[in-house]
T-cell receptor, first 113, second 115 residues
């Protein structure tokens, strides 16, 4: 039973399309995150939500819109996909905002053609 | 601007020997440091952390050392095992204006432990 699960694991799409990645955690955690690992391998935070409330928005383009319907879910919707959006997107959760010990999902590899 | 640097992209070690992974940081506001391990096709998993009030933290075969004056930390794995072969990410955080932990990651070091 996966603790943090993301779907889909792989996504190949054309420029200009809109796509979503879903994330669910069954750990009972209050805080969820989206991280992006680009071609240079850096893991960079995009968003953080605590109990469905946006806490961190790390200067991500408006084309990226996170949505947290409840504290167990944090979905990422991307509009008008660009080539530079190609990356691995990791969802993560933590018991609270007050810890750096995150539980990551397996990642979703997005390829924009 | 790389605030967390892992200058060695890869490291190869013999089974049973010590693995030393290094990490440097530039932001003096960082006060909490972590190491994550990542296997292929999996997400990173938390390994060990250290607060800036300490200079050493040990958990089984894993020890993290922090040298604040040099802005340097290292992860020691003793003895190294083939199952330790993975990418190791160093991460740092500072509490700026609140209790939110925003982690800044390095690029990772690929550790290969040879049987």
């Amino acid at each position: 039973d996966t603790a943090v699960s993301q779907t889909p694991k792989y996504l190949v799409t054309q420029m200009g399309n809109d796509k979503s990645i879903k994330c669910e955690q069954n750990l009972g955690h209050d805080t969820m995150y989206w991280y992006k690992q680009d071609s240079k391998k850096f893991l960079k935070i995009m968003f953080s939500y605590n109990n469905k409330e946006l806490i961190i928005n790390e200067t991500v383009p408006n084309r990226f819109s996170p949505k947290s319907p409840d504290k167990a879910h944090l979905n990422l919707h991307i509009n008008s996909l660009e080539l530079g959006d190609s990356a691995v997107y990791f969802c993560a959760s933590s018991p609270s905002m007050n810890t750096g010990e995150l539980f990551f999902g397996e990642g979703s590899r997005l390829t924009v053609l | 601007d790389q605030q967390v640097k892992q200058n060695s992209p890869s490291l190869s070690v013999q089974e049973g020997r010590i693995s030393i992974l290094n990490c440097d940081y530039t932001n003096s506001m960082f006060d909490y440091f972590l190491w994550y391990k990542k296997y292929p096709a999996e997400g990173p998993t938390f390994l060990i952390s250290i607060s800036s009030i300490k200079d050493k933290n040990e958990d089984g075969r894993f020890t993290v050392f922090l040298n604040k004056s040099a802005k340097h930390l290292s992860l020691h794995i003793v003895p190294s095992q083939p199952g330790d072969s993975a990418v190791y990410f160093c991460a740092a955080s500072g509490r700026s204006g609140g209790s939110n932990y925003k982690l800044t990651f390095g690029k990772g070091t690929l550790l290969t432990v040879n049987p």
